[in-house]
RNA sequence: GCUGAAGUGGUGGAAUUGGUAGACACGUUGGACUUAAAAUCCAAUGUCCAUUAGGACGUACGGGUUCAAGUCCCGUCUUCAGUACCA
C-alpha cells in the first residue's frame, strides 16, 4: 500500500506531457513547413535520408538528425528561411531479402517500417518539413528517376566544351564529317568512320556506336558477381573482397549490362572538390578514389610480329631504364605472343592464377611470380630487344594491363628482376641501387638516358614525351583510377528501367509515359533461366502503338516488345532527391522540381552523414548533377556545399563467460589411442563442457586465469590472497562438477584439471544490464528468446551479484547491444535525449552508448524548469536583472553562438549547465533574463523551451523568436583575478583592476607579501606581465 | 606499406590566438532532510608526500623552442579510420 502519493501538480516538469503537447502542436500548426516565396534569406539543412529497416531507430540514427535539427532551429532564430525536409532511401535488399524468406511484398514492409521510424522521429520532437517527404520506392518519385536515366542516356560528353551535351548534336557531327576529330569520352574499341560510312550503317550499327558514347550504356563489362546475393555490385560496394552487405564473396564475371559514363567527369569530379567545404579527410578519399595520375601512354614494337604493346607510366623520363616489360596474365595479347618454347609454361601460369581469386592475389603482395613469353619488344629510342614477360603483379583492370618495366625506379619492377636475375640499368646520377629501387623523382638527374642526360624529372618526362610523339609511339596522357559505374542490378526492390529492346539494341520510353512501375511477381527471386526476378512478371512488354505495358504475350517484336528485366541500383534514387524536396508536394506533378523552386533553394547549405558513404552516394550524387547541370536543369554545380560526417554511436556489449574445463588424465592415454579414441574423447570434452553451465562474475575470472606456485621465491602475501580466492570460487562450482560426473558414471576414468580451464564469451542481451555492469539474472532467464538456455545453470557471484564483461562494437542486433531510443524517451524525455546525445562528445567522433551520464542532462533539464517555477507556480516577474544576471546571460549567448557556427554541440550543453547553476545561484527571477535565456536553449531542448516561453505569456512558438543579441559591454570586468607565476609555475592569484598599467601591475605584484615569501630574498631576472592575463617572475 | 585523425583523472570530455590543465557531467565518499526509502540539497574528489602550512609529480614516450607548451618544432610508440601490387 502506497501511504504517499506524489500530487500530480501541474507545477511539475513532467515531459512525457509537455513533449507530446507540443509535437502535436508543431504537427497542427506546421510550424516547421518552409516556403518558396520569403524575404529572408534561404538555408537548406539536410540529412542523409535513412533506410526504414524493420529494426528501427537505435540510439546512434538520430545523432546526425539533433545536431542538424538545432542548426536548423537556430538558423530560423536568426532570421532564415529554413528549409530542414526528412524521407526515405526505400528500395534496397533488407527488405527484399526478407519479402524472398516470407512472400511478404516489399512495399508492404517498406510501409511498416516507415511508419515506425515517423513515430521514432516524432517522438524526438525534430522540426522537419513532412509536407515535403519523399520515398525512392514511390511511382510518383522514380518517375524522375527514371526520367533522369533517359537524359543521361540522351548524352554525351564533349571534352572540348568540358559538358555533356544532347546525343543528337553528336550524331549530326557523324553524318557531316564522321569521327575522326572528336573529342570525347568513349569506349577504348572505337573504330574510326568517315562521315558516308556513318551515314550508309544500318540503325542498329548506328545504336551499336552510340552506346559507345552514351553517359549511360549497354555493354559486356566484367562485373563484380556475388553468387549469394544473385546480383552484380559496385566497386564501392564491396569492401575488402565481399560483399558490403552480408560479406559474400565476389567473383568477376563478363555481363552485359548497364554502366554509368562518371569517368568522363573524372577531372571535374576532382575540380570541383576544392569548392566544397567537407573534411580533408573526405575530399582526400574521393581523391584516391578518382585517383588522378599524369603520364604518358608509350607503345612498343613487337619483335616478328605486327602487335604493338601498349603501356601506361606516369615516368616517362625513366625511358632508357627499361629492361623488359610485363604484361598482366589476362592480357589479350598473351597468347599471341608467347612462343611455342613457352606456351606450356605461360599457359600454365595463366591457370594458376586464375584459380587465385582478387582477394587472394590482394592479400598476397610479397611472393613474385611469373613467366618469360619468349618475345621481344623494341624500345623505341635504342631500338635494343627487351624480354616480355607476364605477371600478376601487373593488373588487367588499370591503365593498358602492361607495365614498361624501369627496376632502377620502380621496387616491383626491381624484385620482380632481383627474383628473375633481370639486368638493372641505373639511370640516375650519382644514386645507389644495389639495395633497393630510387622511387623518388625530387633532386636527381638523368643519367646513361641519351638525350634525356643531367636532366631533371619535370623536363625529362616533357622531352621524352616530345620525341615518342615524334617517332608517332607515344603522346602525354592523364590516366584515373575511377572506374564507371555498373548500373544493373538483378533484384526486384529497385526502380524499373524505362527501357525496351528492339533487335536486341535497347530503346527509351518517351518521358511522358513515366513512370513505368515495377510489375508483380509471384516470387522474388531469380527465374530458373537465372534471369532477374522480373523475368517472372507476365505483364511486362512495352506496346509501342498504345504506350503501355501489356502482357508478355502479346510479344510480336513488331510493335510489342520486350521490357529490361534489370533494376537500378540504389544509389539511383539518393542521387537526386535533395533536389526533390525543394519543391512542394502540390507542384510535383509535371517536374522533379519547378525552376523557381530549383533557382532559389539552389543547393544544400549543410548536410550531415556517415562517412561510410564517401565513394559512393557523395559521388554518384555529385555526378548526377554536374550532368543535370550540363543540360540545363539545374543551376548548380555542386549539390553539397559543406558536409559533416557524424561519427558512429557504438554498442557497449555485455557478455557473460561461462566456464568450460578439460578432462586431464584420459587426455594423455586417449591422445596415443587411435583415431576412434581420439574422436571419442574429443566429442566426451564437448559433452562434458556442456552438462553444466557455470557462468563467472566478470572480475573473478582473473582469479581462475592463474594460480601461483607457492614454492615459488616470488610468492608473497598478494599471491597467497590470490590463490585463496581462487580457491575460494572452485570451491563453489567443483562440487557441481563432480556431481555431473558422477552422474556420468565417469568417476575413476576422468578428473578435472583446473590448471587447463577454458573461457567462452556469449553475448548477452544490454537491456538486462545496469549501469555498473550488474546482470539481472531473474530477467535474464525468464528472457522468451534465450532464457531457457541460462535457467539451468550455475552463477558464481562476487559480493552478491554478477558482473558482465563488456566490450565495445557496432550497434549491431546479432549482438544484442541496440538501444532503442523509444524507452529513454519514455524514462527521461525527447530533450534528455537530445542534450544527451550531444553532450557524449564532439559531433565526428566515434563513441560508445552509455546511460550512466543520461541524469547528469536530466537533473539540468530539471533544474532549468526551477528556474521558472515552483510550487506557487511560475515565479519568473519583472524584476531589474543585476550586473551579475546580465554577465551571466550574455557570456552564454557569446558562447553558445560560436559553438553552434563551430557545430560544438558538446560545449554548449556544458555552458548551459553552467548558466542554471549560476542563475540558481543568483537566484535571478528576471524575465529579462530568462526569455532570452529559454532562445538559446529552444534548439537543442526544444519541447521544455516552448513550454517555459507559453507559460511566460507568448502565444507564438518559440521557433519565431529572434536569436538574443550579444552585448559585449556586460563582460567588461573592472577586475582580473591574476595568476601569479614564479618561472612558469603558478603559485598564487592576486585581484587587481583592469585598468591598471604594466608597470602598476608588477609594483603591486611585487609588493605583495607571498611574492616576496615565494622569492625568499632572490631577485628576480625579468618579471613578465601580459595585462588582462598573466604575469611571470623569472628568477 | 601509404594517407588521415587521435592519445588529457576512475569514466565521457573541456581548455578560443602558447598564458591558472582537468570546466561541465557521470561515478565514488561523507553529510543534511526522512520512521525509512526515493527525490532533493551541501561538501570532498588528478597522483604521491605532509597533522596543518605547503610541496613534488602530472596531458602516450624522448628531446627541443619559449619568461611560459596539452597547444609550436623534431623523433618514437600506440589506437582508430580509409586505401592498397594504380605502373
Not at 630510387?438 to 621524352?464: E, P, Q, W
Request: proline letters at 4%; one cysteine or more; glycine letters at 6%.
Amino acid at each position: 500500500m502506497k501511504l504517499y502519493k506524489r500530487k500530480n501538480n501541474t507545477m511539475q516538469y513532467d515531459f512525457n506531457d509537455i513533449e507530446a503537447k507540443w509535437q502535436k502542436y508543431w504537427a497542427e500548426n506546421q510550424t516547421f513547413k518552409a516556403s518558396n516565396n520569403s524575404d529572408k534569406p534561404k538555408y537548406y539543412v539536410l540529412d542523409m535520408f535513412p533506410y526504414p529497416s524493420g529494426a528501427g531507430l537505435h540510439v546512434g540514427h538520430p545523432l546526425g538528425y539533433i545536431a542538424s535539427d538545432i542548426y536548423a532551429r537556430y538558423k530560423r532564430h536568426k532570421g532564415f528561411n529554413v528549409l530542414h525536409p526528412q524521407g526515405y532511401d526505400s528500395f534496397g535488399l533488407p527488405a527484399e531479402q526478407y519479402a524472398i524468406q516470407t512472400g511478404q511484398h516489399p512495399a508492404i514492409t517498406t510501409e511498416t517500417n516507415i511508419k515506425t521510424y515517423r513515430r521514432q522521429l516524432d517522438q524526438i520532437g525534430f522540426s522537419f518539413d513532412w509536407s515535403r517527404e519523399v520515398r525512392t520506392s514511390n511511382p510518383e518519385y522514380y518517375k524522375w528517376t527514371q526520367w533522369i536515366f533517359i537524359q543521361l542516356f540522351e548524352s554525351y560528353y564533349c571534352n572540348n566544351d568540358n559538358k555533356a551535351k544532347d546525343i543528337k548534336e553528336l550524331t549530326s557531327i557523324f553524318s557531316s564529317e564522321g569521327n575522326a576529330n572528336v573529342n570525347v569520352a568513349c569506349d577504348d574499341d572505337i573504330e574510326a568512320f568517315s562521315a558516308e560510312a556513318w551515314n550508309s550503317f544500318s540503325t542498329e550499327k548506328q545504336q551499336e556506336i552510340l552506346l559507345k558514347y552514351r553517359l549511360t550504356y549497354l555493354a559486356e563489362t566484367e562485373v563484380n558477381w556475388c553468387p549469394v546475393l544473385g546480383t552484380v555490385l559496385a566497386n564501392d560496394e564491396i569492401v575488402n573482397g565481399v560483399s558490403e552487405r552480408g560479406g559474400h564473396p565476389v567473383v568477376r564475371k563478363k555481363m552485359t549490362q548497364w554502366s554509368m559514363r562518371i569517368s568522363a567527369y573524372a577531372e571535374r569530379l576532382l575540380q570541383g572538390l576544392e569548392d566544397v567545404d567537407w573534411t580533408d579527410s573526405l575530399k582526400e578519399t574521393q581523391r584516391n578514389w578518382i585517383g588522378k595520375s599524369v603520364g604518358a601512354t608509350v607503345s612498343f614494337n613487337v619483335k616478328d610480329h605486327d602487335e604493338k604493346i601498349e603501356v601506361f607510366t606516369t615516368r616517362p623520363d625513366t625511358i632508357f631504364g627499361v629492361s623488359f616489360m610485363t604484361l598482366a596474365p589476362e592480357h589479350e595479347l598473351v597468347s599471341k605472343l608467347t612462343t611455342a618454347d613457352q606456351k606450356e609454361a605461360v599457359e600454365a601460369y595463366i591457370e594458376k592464377t586464375a584459380k587465385r581469386s582478387e582477394r587472394d592475389r590482394m592479400a598476397d603482395v610479397k611472393t613474385i611470380s611469373g613467366v618469360f613469353t619468349g618475345a621481344y619488344a623494341e624500345h623505341p629510342f635504342t631500338k635494343e630487344l627487351v624480354q616480355i614477360w607476364i605477371g600478376d603483379y601487373v593488373l588487367a583492370s588499370y591503365g593498358t594491363g602492361a607495365v614498361m618495366a624501369v627496376p632502377c625506379g620502380d621496387q616491383r619492377d626491381y624484385d620482380f628482376a632481383k627474383h628473375f636475375n633481370i639486368e638493372i640499368p641505373n639511370i640516375f646520377e650519382g644514386v645507389d641501387i644495389s639495395e633497393e629501387a630510387f622511387t623518388g623523382k625530387d633532386n636527381v638527374k638523368i643519367a646513361n638516358s641519351d638525350f634525356l642526360n643531367g636532366m631533371n624529372y619535370k623536363k625529362a618526362s616533357k622531352r621524352a614525351i616530345y620525341d615518342l610523339e615524334q617517332l608517332g609511339q607515344g603522346e602525354g596522357k592523364t590516366n584515373y583510377r575511377l572506374r564507371d559505374a555498373v548500373f544493373s542490378r538483378q533484384r526486384y526492390w529497385g526502380e524499373p528501367f524505362p527501357v525496351y529492346y528492339v533487335n536486341g539494341m535497347p530503346q527509351m520510353i518517351d518521358a511522358q509515359h513515366l513512370p513505368i512501375q515495377l510489375p508483380e511477381v509471384e516470387k522474388y527471386l531469380p527465374t530458373e533461366e537465372g534471369e532477374p526476378p522480373l523475368g517472372r512478371a507476365d505483364v511486362w512488354a512495352w506496346d509501342t502503338k498504345n504506350n503501355k505495358v501489356v502482357s508478355n504475350d502479346a510479344i510480336d517484336n513488331e510493335t510489342v516488345f520486350s521490357l529490361e528485366l534489370n533494376t537500378m541500383p540504389g544509389w539511383a534514387g539518393s542521387s537526386w532527391y535533395f533536389f526533390r524536396y525543394m519543391e512542394e508536394a502540390a507542384n510535383r506533378g509535371g517536374v522533379f522540381a519547378s525552376e523557381d523552386a530549383l533557382n532559389y533553394w539552389e543547393n544544400v547549405d549543410l548536410y550531415i552523414g556517415g562517412a561510410e558513404h564517401a565513394t559512393g552516394h557523395l559521388l554518384y550524387s555529385r555526378f548526377w548533377v554536374k550532368l543535370l547541370k550540363d543540360r540545363g536543369f539545374v543551376n548548380v554545380e555542386e549539390p553539397f556545399k559543406k558536409l559533416i560526417n557524424q561519427g558512429m554511436i557504438l554498442g557497449t556489449s555485455a557478455f557473460v563467460k561461462r566456464i568450460g574445463f578439460r578432462v586431464a588424465d584420459l587426455n594423455l592415454e586417449i591422445l596415443k589411442g587411435s583415431k576412434e579414441d581420439k574422436d571419442n574423447y574429443k566429442s566426451l570434452q564437448e559433452r562434458l563442457s556442456l552438462i553444466k553451465e557455470i557462468y563467472i562474475s566478470d572480475d573473478l575470472i582473473k582469479y581462475l586465469k592463474k594460480g601461483y606456485n607457492s614454492d615459488n621465491e616470488s610468492y608473497g602475501d598478494k599471491e597467497r590472497e590470490h590463490n585463496e580466492k581462487r580457491k575460494e570460487i572452485l570451491d563453489n562450482f567443483y562440487p557441481v562438477i563432480e556431481y555431473e560426473i558422477n552422474k556420468l558414471n565417469l568417476k575413476g576414468k576422468v578428473s578435472v584439471d583446473t590448471s587447463l580451464l577454458n573461457f567462452y564469451k556469449t553475448h548477452v542481451k544490454v537491456q538486462y544490464v545496469n549501469a555498473s555492469d550488474e546482470l539481472d539474472i531473474e530477467s535474464l532467464k525468464n528472457d522468451a528468446e534465450f532464457g531457457a538456455e541460462y535457467r539451468d545453470a550455475e552463477f558464481v557471484l562476487e559480493d552478491g551479484v554478477y558482473k558482465v564483461g563488456r566490450d565495445v562494437e557496432k550497434m549491431s542486433k546479432s549482438k544484442y547491444n541496440v538501444v532503442s531510443p523509444d524507452q529513454i524517451c519514455i524514462d527521461y524525455g525527447a530533450d534528455s535525449l537530445r542534450l544527451y546525445e550531444m553532450f557524449l562528445g564532439p559531433l565526428e567522433q566515434y563513441k560508445p552508448w552509455n546511460t550512466a551520464g543520461i541524469t547528469g542532462v536530466h537533473n539540468f533539464l530539471k533544474k532549468l524548469w526551477k528556474l521558472y517555477v515552483d510550487d506557487n507556480g511560475l515565479k519568473v516577474n519583472d524584476a531589474e536583472p543585476t550586473k551579475d544576471n546580465l554577465k551571466t546571460l550574455h557570456k552564454t549567448i557569446k558562447k553558445v553562438q560560436e559553438d553552434i557556427e563551430n557545430f560544438s554541440f558538446n560545449t554548449s550543453v556544458s555552458t548551459f549547465m553552467i548558466a542554471v547553476n549560476e542563475l540558481g545561484a543568483q537566484k535571478c527571477t528576471s524575465k529579462e533574463i530568462l526569455e532570452p535565456l529559454l532562445v538559446l536553449v529552444s534548439p537543442y531542448a526544444p519541447h521544455i523551451a516552448e513550454e517555459l516561453f507559453s507559460k511566460l505569456g507568448n502565444s507564438a512558438s518559440i521557433s519565431t523568436a529572434d536569436f538574443p543579441e550579444f552585448e559585449a559591454s556586460h563582460l567588461v570586468e573592472s577586475s582580473k583575478n591574476y595568476p601569479i607565476s614564479f618561472n612558469g609555475k603558478m603559485r598564487f592569484t592576486l585581484e587587481l583592476p583592469m585598468d591598471l598599467s604594466k608597470d602598476e601591475i608588477e609594483k603591486a605584484v611585487m609588493a605583495h607579501e607571498k611574492t616576496i615569501a615565494q622569492l625568499e630574498g632572490r631577485t628576480p631576472k625579468k618579471v613578465i606581465v601580459v595585462p588582462g592575463k598573466i604575469v611571470n617572475i623569472v628568477g
